[in-house]
């Protein structure tokens, strides 16, 4: 079984500003690894994912994350954030064997002017 | 890219009744389905795996016989809320998981559904 600790619930950040959110994982076989980011009552949204090769993953609208397999980590960062990046970012892994995705709790990501 | 159409978006019910959410693959073949259940500021919950054809696998804690999923076809599973309580208020998202143009396999997941029991 496999577990995601997202260690940030919310952060602040001004605009324009970079931003990292963390991820650590723990599983006991490969996974892959997924960041989601929601919208209020909406569904996920697929940011980025690692499967194999790179371990740097470039995603959709600025975002990339690093996968680093010693400190079971794949934080996500963006340079430089827009007030439309306000939302809710979930961190999630997947068992190769069942397919199944296990989430992070969640980070609170709040761009302000 | 792949689009799961998750319907309906919001449903409010009174106690005791029953409530069917539905999520269609619409340009892919969706093999596996993942029902999940988010309460306010919390993450997802898997409920339950349904494969195409067969039975679902629940997860531990959850009903299966308040919980029904039918997974028929590979375009189509349902949700079904039997005899809902207010507690069974929540945001219900499905996951459909299925080939991809180009062979890759991917999660696709359905924009949700609110369920208010009255």
């Known amino acids: 079984a496999q577990s995601v600790t997202q260690l940030d619930s919310q952060v602040p950040v001004f605009e324009e500003a970079p931003v990292e959110l963390r991820c650590n994982y723990s599983?006991?076989?490969?996974?892959?690894l997924f960041w989601y980011v929601q919208y209020p009552n909406q569904g996920l949204q697929l940011l980025l994912k690692?499967?194999?090769?790179?371990?740097l993953v470039k995603g959709i609208n600025g975002f990339e994350a690093e996968f680093n397999k010693s400190q079971t980590s794949f934080h996500l960062r963006k340079p430089s954030v827009h007030i439309s990046d306000t939302a809710e970012y979930f961190c999630?892994?997947?068992?190769?064997?069942?397919?199944?995705?296990?989430f992070g709790a969640g980070t609170t990501v709040t761009v302000r002017a | 890219g792949a689009v799961v159409s998750q319907h309906p978006s919001r449903v409010i019910c009174k106690s005791g009744t029953s409530v069917k959410i539905e999520c269609r693959s619409l340009?892919?073949?969706?093999?596996?389905m993942f029902w999940y259940r988010q309460f306010p500021k919390q993450s997802l919950m898997l409920m339950a795996t349904?494969?195409?054809?067969?039975?679902?696998?629940?997860e531990q804690g959850v009903e299966k016989d308040k919980f029904l999923i039918n997974h028929a076809s590979l375009t189509l599973s349902t949700l079904t809320v039997t005899s809902a309580h207010p507690e069974d208020s929540s945001f219900y998202i499905c996951?459909?998981?299925?080939?991809?143009?180009?062979?890759?396999?991917?999660?696709?997941f359905g924009s949700g559904t609110r369920l208010t029991v009255v």
């Open positions: 996951s459909a998981r299925g080939r991809a143009k180009g062979g890759h396999y991917g999660y696709t």
């Open positions: 349904s494969n195409e054809g067969s039975k679902a696998t629940y």
């Open positions: 999630a892994v997947s068992d190769p064997n069942d397919y199944k995705l296990s």
């Open positions: 340009d892919f073949q969706a093999t596996t």
């Open positions: 599983s006991s076989v490969s996974v892959y």
């Open positions: 690692y499967l194999s090769g790179s371990t």
